[in-house]
C-alpha cells in the first residue's frame, strides 16, 4: 500500500446532493477511507441503496457510516424526525429487550440501505444539566441504566448484521458544553470519570463493539489536549477498556477540537485514531490534497510514526461488517414504545376534537438536527384537523396545545408558553425532548418529536390508546 493510499484510508468524507460528486468518486478510487452520509443525501431507501451502491463500487474496502441513533438524530427519516425512539424514551421505559429489538430491526433498514457502521449508541451519562448537545440523545444519568441500553443497543444491531460505534469516549455527560460549538472540558474529576461515565464504554467494549468514537472532550487530569486527539486517552481506551477494534474521531472540523482540520486530522492519526471524520462539509479537490500533504509532513518530520499509520490500515483492513447471526423479528413496537414512553403532569382536557389549534415552538438553536420542520410535519400528521401555527409566522392565544423541543435549554420557548397560558392556562405542553422546570401543569412529555410520538398523544388525548 502507497502512503498516498494509506492516508487517504484513514479519512471519511461527507458530500453534498443525492449523488456522490466527481472528487469524492476519485478519493474513493484513491483509497478513501469512508464515507459519512447525512439527511442531505437522502430522498429514499431505494436512492440511499444506488449511493451506497456506488460508495462500494469505487472502494469495496471503504466504509459507509451514518448517525442514526434514533430520536431526533436520524438520517434515514429525515422527514418525521426519526422513525425510531430516542434514547431518553428508552432510557425512561427501561425494557432492555425492547431496545435490543429495536436496534435491531434498525439495524436491518441500515443494512438493507447498504450501511456498514452505525454511528451509536450515545454512551454519554445525561449528568450536566447546562449541557445541550447531551440531552435526549442519551439513555439517562445513571452509568448502570446507560450501560445496559448501550449494550443492548450494540447487540441489536449486530444481530442485524450492521457494526456499531459507541460514543463519545470518555463522556461528553461529563461537560457544560457543546463541543461543535466550544471547548468542552470535563466538569467531573478523573477519578467520577472513572467510576461513572466509564461505565458504559467498557460494557459496550465487552459486548464486542465494533468502535468508538473519542470526543472532543478534555480531561484535565489525562491531559490539555481533547480525547479525540490525546494519545494518553487513547492508550486508556486500548488498554484499560481492551478496546482492539477501531477508533472512529469526531469530527475535527468541530471548534472542541481546538486547531484546523489539517493538524487535527494528523493529532488524531498520532494519537492512535484509525478513522477520521473531517465534517459535515463536503471537501474539495484542494482540501483533501491539503490534508494528505499535512499527513505526510507529519510523517516527514516525525510527529507521525510509519508504523502508527500501518497500524491504522491493519485495523481498517481487519474490519468486517458482522454477519446476521439472527432472524431479526420485524413485529413493529415502535409506536408501543412511543406510547409507553409518555408521562403526564397535572389534568389536561380530554376527548375528540380536543386540539383545534397547536403552536409548535421554534427552538432559538437546533444543534444542526434539522428539527423544526420535522416536528411541524408530525403533529400535521397526528392532528390533521387542527390549524398547525410555527410560532414566529402568527400569534395564536387560543392554542389547545404548544408543543416545545427541549425547552429546558431554550428561555424563549418557555416565554412563548406563558403568553399563551396569559390568555388560556389549561392549554396543554407537549414537551418533546428534556423539560424545562418552569413549566407547570399541564405537561406531557413525549421523549420524543416524531410522527410515532404525536400519533400516541394524539391517541390518548382522543381516548384511543390501547
Not at 333 to 342: G, K, Q, S, T, V
Not at 343 to 366: D, K, L
Not at 379 to 406: K, M, W
Not at 450 to 461: F, I, N, P, Q
Request: with cysteine; proline share 5%; glycine share 8%.
Amino acid at each position: 500500500m502507497t502512503t498516498d493510499r494509506s492516508i487517504l484510508g484513514s479519512l471519511v468524507a461527507a458530500f453534498d446532493g443525492l449523488s456522490i460528486p466527481s472528487q469524492i468518486e476519485e478519493a474513493l478510487a484513491g483509497g478513501l477511507g469512508g464515507v459519512v452520509l447525512l439527511a442531505r443525501n437522502v430522498e429514499t431507501h431505494d436512492q440511499l441503496r444506488e449511493v451506497t451502491d456506488a460508495i462500494h463500487c469505487h472502494n469495496p474496502q471503504a466504509l459507509v457510516m451514518v448517525d442514526e441513533e434514533g430520536g431526533a438524530v436520524s438520517r434515514l427519516d429525515r422527514v418525521t424526525g426519526g422513525g425510531f425512539p430516542s434514547a431518553q424514551a428508552l432510557g425512561f421505559i427501561d425494557d432492555p429487550d425492547l431496545t435490543r429489538e429495536l436496534a435491531a430491526i434498525r439495524g436491518g433498514y441500515l443494512r438493507a440501505c447498504g450501511v456498514d457502521l452505525c454511528l451509536a449508541p450515545v454512551a454519554d451519562l445525561r449528568r450536566q444539566p447546562e449541557n445541550p448537545v447531551v440531552g435526549s440523545r442519551s439513555f439517562g444519568e445513571d452509568s448502570e441504566l446507560v450501560a445496559r441500553h448501550v449494550k443492548a443497543t450494540v447487540v441489536g444491531t449486530r444481530l442485524a448484521g450492521v457494526a456499531a460505534c459507541v460514543k463519545h469516549f470518555p463522556g461528553h455527560g461529563a461537560t457544560d458544553a457543546d463541543s461543535h460549538e466550544s471547548w468542552a472540558t470535563a466538569a467531573a474529576s478523573e477519578a467520577a470519570i472513572r467510576r461513572d461515565h466509564l461505565i458504559p464504554f467498557r460494557t459496550a467494549v465487552d459486548a464486542g463493539v465494533e468502535a468508538v468514537m473519542p470526543g472532543h472532550i478534555v480531561v484535565p487530569e489525562w491531559d490539555a489536549r481533547p480525547a479525540s486527539i490525546s494519545s494518553k486517552a487513547l492508550v486508556l481506551l486500548r488498554a484499560e477498556l481492551s478496546f482492539d477494534g477501531l477508533i472512529v474521531s469526531d469530527a475535527v472540523d468541530m471548534a472542541g477540537v481546538g486547531s484546523g482540520v489539517e493538524v487535527a486530522t494528523a493529532d488524531a492519526i498520532a494519537a492512535g485514531a484509525d478513522l477520521i471524520l473531517l465534517g459535515n462539509r463536503e471537501p474539495d479537490q484542494e482540501t483533501i490534497e491539503s490534508i494528505v500533504a499535512s499527513i505526510r509532513d507529519a510523517l516527514a518530520d516525525g510527529f507521525l510514526s510509519r508504523e502508527r499509520l500501518r497500524e491504522a490500515a491493519y485495523r481498517r483492513a481487519a474490519f468486517g461488517r458482522p454477519p446476521v447471526t439472527a432472524e431479526v423479528r420485524l413485529e413493529d413496537r415502535r409506536a408501543e414504545a412511543a406510547r409507553r414512553a409518555i408521562s403526564w403532569h397535572g389534568e389536561a382536557i380530554r376527548g375528540p376534537s380536543r386540539v383545534r389549534t397547536v403552536v409548535v415552538a421554534r427552538p432559538s438553536w437546533t444543534r444542526g438536527l434539522e428539527i423544526d420542520d420535522n416536528v411541524t410535519d408530525s403533529v400535521r400528521a397526528a392532528f390533521p384537523a387542527a390549524r398547525v401555527v410555527v410560532d414566529g409566522e402568527e400569534l395564536a392565544s387560543d392554542a389547545d396545545l404548544i408543543v416545545t423541543n427541549d425547552s429546558a435549554f431554550d428561555p424563549t420557548q418557555v416565554v412563548l408558553v406563558a403568553r399563551i397560558r396569559s390568555t388560556k392556562p389549561s392549554t396543554l405542553v407537549a414537551e418533546t425532548g428534556l423539560l424545562a422546570g418552569e413549566l407547570t401543569p399541564p405537561v406531557v412529555q413525549l421523549r420524543g418529536a416524531s410522527e410515532l410520538s404525536m400519533l400516541a398523544l394524539a391517541r390518548e388525548l382522543e381516548g384511543t390508546s390501547p
